[in-house]
């Protein structure tokens, strides 16, 4: 699908041109919406674990760089099984159903 | 045939209901895709066929309480979608496409309704008679979560639930009412509500939804944000705010026609309920017309206790005075010249037989 192509009818053609079109789209949906750009309502229970996933181990990644630099090796010990538990944790891709 | 297995128990012909004398019915829907396939407009005939299989199998796996029936559109005749349309179960937008599509309906009291690819992979809607929009949002919820325990959503942390439109995109809520404002128009403050409805972002929208007309004084009220707010917030503004000042104004109106114009009130009404219990033909707006007054009149006081009509009949004869319940009650078809005989005929015989 081309971007004149949503333009002519309307519609999308599926979730990917939400990513490709993202710079034309933010503002026209900021538009139809009273100024929103952001969702803030309910998260699919199965998508938002794996969301929180994603951001416990950004979070975690970052502590490890840190007492990696603080030379915290034991820290850093701890925090690396933490990190590869929720890799490898029930529900992570790969990981046990 | 699709229309029979519908009986009169449907949810929003139930009179009574929270604010039953202004809100029909009460009305929340989400408009759903399942991740990996291309949105309905752009999808391969596979790829909607391979949609229909995955939303029949799972909707009629579901855990609820209420029998699930199944309909492949394309599998019913004309009229038998326009059965469906009518009793607000399907988009007449749904009933005129073409391809894979289906629809699942809670029977009997038709509570629940998911189209499948219409717009969306999923249109699930849920109907509450009167003011009950919360029961509508708890209900549509569980529903929700539970199909999406067996299928992955299309849905992204910035977008929200992921939409062909993207003026559905984020909760993909669509929350409405459809009001009965009689008083409003006879006294003329029908347009300022309107407007007010519009400045405050509020879609307004006839009997049937996107596209119809208001007639017999039915108006569908429902948000048009879906994006930035979450769904209680969208729920709550609605539920607690916008909704209950409409009912005021209606019941305000209504009681300023009962207490300084009582006699034109009461023509108004008589008028209707003569020109329904006499007449020889007629159109299904007309009838709307007339239902509207004759509504307005058991609700006010002015027509005695169930005579010549109580509130339920006179909700089953909103529905089939339409065209194709009308064929249904007289099972056969019929040409607009003998539905106009035929509807007349119909509503004399519900206004006798209704308890005097």
Request: glycine fraction near 8%; charged fraction near 30%; include cysteine.
């Amino acid at each position: 699908m081309t971007f004149a192509e949503f333009r002519s009818k309307g519609l999308l053609g599926c979730s990917d041109c939400y990513r490709h079109f993202e710079r034309a789209l933010g503002p026209l949906i900021q538009r139809s919406h009273g100024g929103a750009e952001r969702h803030t309502g309910k998260v699919p229970r199965r998508a938002g674990e794996a969301f929180d996933r994603m951001q416990r181990l950004a979070e975690l990644r970052k502590e490890l760089a840190d007492a990696l630099d603080c030379e915290a090796y034991e820290r850093a010990a701890t925090l690396r099984d933490e990190i590869r538990a929720i890799e490898r944790g029930p529900g992570a891709p790969g990981g046990g159903g | 045939m699709a229309g029979e297995r519908f009986g009169s128990e449907a949810e929003w012909l139930r009179a009574g209901g929270p604010a039953g004398d202004v809100v029909l019915s009460s009305r929340v829907r989400f408009a759903r895709n399942f991740a990996g396939f291309a949105f309905p407009c752009k999808a391969t005939e596979e790829e909607q066929s391979r949609v229909l299989e995955l939303a029949h199998e799972h909707l009629c796996g579901l855990d609820l309480a209420d029998d699930i029936a199944w309909l492949e559109l394309g599998e019913l005749e004309r009229h038998e979608r326009s059965v469906l349309v009518e009793r607000h179960l399907i988009s007449k937008q749904h009933a005129k496409d073409k391809g894979p599509r289906g629809v699942a309906i809670s029977t009997p009291d038709e509570r629940l309704s998911v189209m499948v690819n219409e717009e969306d992979h999923l249109r699930i809607q849920v109907l509450r008679s009167g003011l009950g929009l919360r029961e509508a949002f708890g209900h549509i919820n569980s529903v929700d979560d539970e199909l999406e325990s067996r299928i992955d959503y299309a849905y992204s942390p910035r977008f929200g639930y992921l939409t062909a439109c993207p003026t559905n995109v984020g909760t993909g809520i669509r929350v409405s009412v459809m009001m009965h404002l009689p008083a409003l128009k006879l006294s003329g403050e029908l347009e300022k509500v309107r407007r007010a409805a519009k400045a405050m972002g509020l879609a307004v929208r006839g009997f049937y939804g996107e596209g119809s007309d208001a007639v017999g004084d039915y108006y569908q009220l429902s948000n048009q944000t879906t994006l930035g707010r979450t769904e209680s917030e969208l729920l709550d503004n609605f539920d607690q705010d916008v909704v209950p000042k409409v009912i005021e104004y209606e019941r305000l109106a209504r009681r300023n026609l009962i207490e300084r114009r009582r006699p034109f009130l009461e023509d108004r009404v008589w008028r209707a309920v003569g020109v329904l219990t006499n007449a020889r033909l007629m159109k299904a707006e007309e009838a709307m017309e007339h239902l509207s007054l004759v509504r307005l009149g058991v609700v006010a006081g002015i027509l005695p206790d169930e005579a010549p009509i109580d509130m339920r009949t006179l909700h089953q004869l909103v529905l089939y005075v339409q065209p194709a319940h009308l064929q249904q009650a007289r099972g056969r078809v019929l040409d607009q010249a003998e539905r106009r005989v035929e509807r007349a005929s119909l509503i004399r015989e519900k206004l006798a037989d209704s308890p005097a």
